[in-house]
């Protein structure tokens, strides 16, 4: 498990005074804040966030360090992410999703089919990217509790069951 959880990103700037078009990842949108600081993917760069209001597809919040439009724009694309100890723990049945990335994927029979690649959610619900050499293309599981039934993280791995025809047959092409 990672030390630190995606938390949000930037949009690009709003206005002209140097705050950001801020994107939460969070159950709670507006708890982004109190997770500060938060940190860059790569680098050892960190900003405070202070909401300003909310906007269409998230926040006007202002990082410390950046006063200038020019400066918001440059960040446009970055990811945030928080120290897990300053993030809530969760109920047994919710996890972060960088938790299950990486994660073995077998069927209910205990073939293996690959791992975890993304977790995504198109707005119809999350779904597991699986990937391995079973599959000639990645398989879209639906992350639900009829087609994953089994999420183990003290192992590393989880047991599915999905729809129909999501994934290929044992020793069919």
């Known amino acids: 498990m990672s ?3 995606c938390v949000g990103a930037i949009a690009g700037s709003f206005g002209v005074n140097g705050e950001v078009r801020l994107k939460s990842f969070c159950a ?7 997770y500060s600081p938060l940190f860059t993917e790569a680098g050892p760069d960190s900003y405070s966030v202070k909401i ?3 906007i269409k597809s998230g926040f006007s919040a202002r990082l410390s360090g950046i006063d200038t439009k020019e400066q918001a724009d440059a960040l446009k694309g970055l990811r945030l992410f928080a120290d897990r100890d300053r993030l809530p723990s969760l109920p047994d049945d919710e996890y972060y999703f960088s938790d299950l990335t990486g994660l073995l994927v077998l069927d209910t029979g205990g073939r293996e089919l690959g791992k975890v690649t993304a977790v995504l959610n198109h707005g119809a619900g999350d779904l597991l990217e699986v990937s391995g050499p079973t599959l000639k293309t990645p398989a879209l599981v639906p992350f639900t509790l009829e087609a994953v039934p089994t999420v183990d993280l003290a192992s590393g791995r989880i047991i ?10 044992p020793g069919g092409s």
């Open 160 to 169: 599915v069951d999905p729809p129909e025809g999501v994934l290929p047959e």
């Open 52 to 54: 300003v209001m909310a």
């Open 3 to 5: 030390d630190r959880i």
């Open 28 to 34: 709670e949108p507006e708890a982004i804040a109190g």
